[in-house]
């Protein structure tokens, strides 16, 4: 297996790699980015951009390498082709894939994987196929000493050290509800939106762009589009510093309307420019909360074989909606208590992060919540960094004892191959 670089270890390298070599690896795998570092250690070691970047020119430029990984790929997008090999959480290419597994495993933490186990974050509604290709690789390309596979929403209720609840991951691409009950899933509370991050993106990507001085600054004066300044992580960042949720959207747009300059605010580009924004700081997040917001997403999937006509409800087609719907599929279970799911909400993922996300979710929800279900309380909780959420539990849940057993090792896997998963479920 081969290395993308060919640095000599410094000392301090070395001494990591030493004091790091009994470790598990924890890795999670999201569309925006991937999280990687070592069991019982709080915070990840890496969170590359899922990316991979292939060099389109055949000539030998020695100046230029052959594949990108992450940001450098992105940053050199105009002689790369690009590939996401994580779309909606699922892996979609697992060529690509390896090579960004490789990157990480031996450029980034810079572990021999024949030396440690690995604990893989993985998505709901995650197929079987892909389940057992992910353990043929780990396995067979990479040599692993052993795996395991662990739902991405229920290491986010271990993180915060609950075994009851809900958990509510809003990511880049998709918005995943999973309810939780004595730290088991519960298969009727399982849920995905494919409404998030990436469409307030795209809604204020769209505003700006219908702005005249905004155009000015995107065509150069050889009317050339200047990516630099328009490029989608920029676009990115300005919705992380700048935008949020409107508490009470109504209310909100009523002052805009009276008084523009109230709302307004800077964001200085790449090359120097200022440009100010006001509406496009509380609008674009509209779609999350709005079923009325054009483009809205309809598409739903649900575990639920007793709810198929949710998938086409018009109603679900906001977050709130989605939420109280994915937490009453569980009302057929007599084993399951509503109030108690009501009660802990907890939200991941990136998106989750924006602004009075946790205020507004929690005051929509109410809204529409039946007086007749008499509940006790209705609680969100916003951890302050939930995007890192599913690593950390990871983290945690890999470096116990106990779970020691819960490994599946290289010599089960060599009598059962990849069907071992379905043996370990």
């Not at 030998?60 to 909606?88: C, M, S, V």
């Not at 109603?315 to 399951?336: G, K």
């Amino acid at each position: 297996m081969q290395t993308f670089e060919d640095d000599s270890e410094t000392q301090d390298e070395q001494d990591n790699n030493e004091s790091t070599e009994s470790l598990s690896v924890v890795i999670d795998n999201g569309s925006n980015s991937i999280k990687a570092g070592f069991a019982s250690e709080e915070d990840a070691r890496t969170s590359l951009v899922n990316a991979v970047g292939h060099n389109k020119d055949s000539s030998n430029d020695k100046n230029r390498k052959k594949i990108y990984f992450g940001n450098e790929a992105l940053d050199n997008e105009e002689f790369l082709e690009i590939t996401h090999p994580i779309k909606h959480r699922l892996i979609t290419s697992y060529k690509n894939m390896e090579l960004l597994w490789e990157y990480i495993f031996y450029n980034e933490l810079r572990i021999q994987p024949e030396n440690h186990c690995i604990l893989h974050a993985e998505p709901p509604f995650n197929s079987n196929e892909n389940r057992q290709k992910l353990t043929q690789v780990m396995f067979e390309t990479f040599n692993f000493q052993g795996l395991s596979l662990y739902n991405q929403q229920l290491l986010s209720m271990y993180c915060e050290g609950n075994l009851n609840g809900v958990v509510f991951d809003s990511g880049e691409t998709v918005t995943n509800c999973v309810c939780v009950s004595e730290g088991a899933l519960i298969q009727e509370g399982i849920s995905r939106l494919q409404l998030a991050g990436s469409d307030v993106t795209a809604q204020l990507t769209n505003m700006l762009y219908s702005r005249k001085d905004i155009c000015n600054l995107l065509f150069t004066r050889n009317n050339k589009i200047n990516f630099k300044n328009f490029d989608k992580r920029i676009i990115n960042n300005m919705k992380e510093k700048a935008c949020y949720v409107c508490e009470n959207f109504e209310k909100d747009y009523g002052k805009y309307e009276a008084n523009h300059e109230n709302f307004q605010d800077y964001y200085e580009l790449p090359d120097g420019n200022d440009i100010v924004i006001d509406k496009e700081r509380f609008m674009p997040c509209e779609i999350l909360f709005n079923s009325n917001y054009d483009n809205l997403n309809e598409n739903i999937i649900s575990n639920s074989k007793n709810n198929q006509n949710n998938q086409n409800n018009q109603n679900n087609n906001n977050l709130q909606s989605f939420l109280y719907t994915t937490i009453m599929q569980c009302d057929i279970n007599p084993n399951i208590n509503i109030n108690d799911l009501f009660n802990n909400i907890v939200l991941s993922g990136g998106n989750t992060m924006l602004t009075n996300f946790d205020k507004r979710l929690h005051s929509e929800l109410l809204k529409i919540i039946p007086k007749h279900l008499k509940l006790s309380n209705v609680s969100i909780k916003c951890p302050s960094d939930g995007k890192y959420s599913s690593w950390r539990g990871g983290s945690i849940l890999a470096s116990l004892d106990s779970f020691k057993e819960k490994w599946i090792s290289q010599n089960e896997y060599k009598e059962y191959g990849s069907n071992i998963i379905f043996k370990n479920v």
